[in-house]
C-alpha cells in the first residue's frame, strides 16, 4: 500500500518505508537528497543520501541499480552482488555524490541470510523484533559513490533467529528520535506513523533534515507489486508539492502501487516512480 502525499508504503508486518523532506530544503527550494528504492518481486532494498547541490544524485544511482537488477536478475551471492553493485557505481559522474545502503534477501543452502553494502554515512541496522536490542549495525565511513573508486565489501548474515527487522536510514533519521525504542522492530509497517507522531510530538517547529528510512522484516517474502523508487528530486520541486493545493485532496489515502501507477500527473508531483 502506497500514500503518496506522506510518501509513505507499507506491506502489514513485513515492511514499512517513508522519506520526509528536511524543514529548511522546503523553505529554501532545495530538493530532497534523500531517496528509496524498494523491489518487491526481488526483496531488494536500498536507500541513498545525495547532497543539496545534486540532490538527484541518489536517484540517478538507485535507477541505474534498479535498471541492472532488471536485465541481470537479483544476485544469488556476495560475489554477484559485489560485481552488480561494481558496475552500478563506476558510471556514477564525480559531481554526483551520494551514500547508498542495499539490503537483499536470499535463501541458500545455509538458509535465509542478508547481504548487506553500506557507503557513506547512511546506516543498516538488524533488529531484535522482541525488543528493539541492535544485533548488527554497519559502520559510517565516508566511501561515497560518486567519490571513491569502488563500493565496500558486501557482508552476509545469517538470518536463523527468528524475529529480525532490517533498517536501512539515511543520517537525518537520528533527528526524530531512536528507532530501537519505537517497536518498529516488531511492527515495520508503522514505520510513517511513528515518524508522523515524532513530528507532532514537538511543541517546538522541529528543524530535520531529510530522512529516507526502509524498514523490513527478514521473514519477508517476495510481493508481487512493481518496483517503487522515491525522492532524489531536483530543486525547487519540493516547495512546489508542499504548496501545491491538489496533493492533500488527491493524494492523502492508502491504495495498492498498482491502482496508484493510474495516476502519473499525480506521482510525478509527488517524486515518486513505478516501474
Not at 547512511?122 to 559502520?139: D, K, P
Not at 526524530?176 to 509497517?189: E, T, V
Request: with cysteine.
Amino acid at each position: 500500500m502506497l500514500n503518496p502525499y506522506r510518501r509513505a508504503l507499507r506491506l502489514p508486518d513485513r515492511l514499512g518505508a517513508c522519506l520526509v523532506t528536511g524543514t529548511e530544503k522546503i523553505r529554501c527550494g532545495y530538493g530532497n537528497g534523500d531517496c528509496l528504492l524498494l523491489d518487491f518481486r526481488n526483496g531488494i532494498f536500498a536507500v541513498a543520501d545525495a547532497t543539496e547541490r545534486f540532490p538527484q544524485a541518489s536517484r540517478m544511482l538507485l535507477e541505474r541499480l534498479a535498471a541492472e537488477i532488471s536485465v541481470a536478475g537479483p544476485p544469488a551471492n556476495a560475489s554477484e552482488f559485489e560485481t552488480l553493485l561494481s558496475r552500478v557505481w563506476s558510471q556514477q559522474k564525480f559531481i554526483h555524490k551520494t551514500t547508498l545502503s542495499c539490503l537483499v534477501l536470499l535463501d541458500d543452502e545455509e538458509g535465509r541470510a542478508a547481504l548487506l553494502a553500506n557507503n557513506g554515512d547512511s546506516s543498516i541496522i538488524a533488529l531484535n523484533a522482541n525488543n528493539g536490542t541492535t544485533l548488527v549495525r554497519t559502520a559510517v565511513d565516508m566511501n561515497f559513490a560518486g567519490r571513491s573508486r569502488r563500493p565496500n565489501p558486501v557482508t552476509k548474515i545469517a538470518l536463523n533467529q527468528p524475529g529480525t527487522t532490517i533498517v536501512l536510514a539515511t543520517d537525518g533519521l537520528s533527528d526524530i528520535g531512536d528507532i530501537r525504542a519505537a517497536g518498529i522492530a516488531a511492527k515495520p509497517d508503522h514505520l510513517s506513523r511513528w515518524i508522523g507522531e515524532c513530528k507532532r510530538s514537538k511543541s517546538e517547529v522541529l528543524e530535520i533534515d531529510d530522512i529516507g528510512v526502509i524498514a523490513v522484516a527478514a521473514a519477508y517474502l517476495p510481493a508481487d507489486c512493481d518496483t517503487v523508487i522515491m525522492g532524489g528530486t531536483r530543486p525547487g520541486r519540493e516547495t512546489n508539492f508542499v504548496r501545491s493545493s491538489r496533493p492533500k485532496a488527491a493524494m492523502d489515502r492508502w491504495e495498492s502501487i498498482a491502482a496508484w501507477q493510474q495516476s502519473p500527473e499525480l506521482m510525478d508531483l509527488a517524486g515518486i516512480q513505478i516501474r
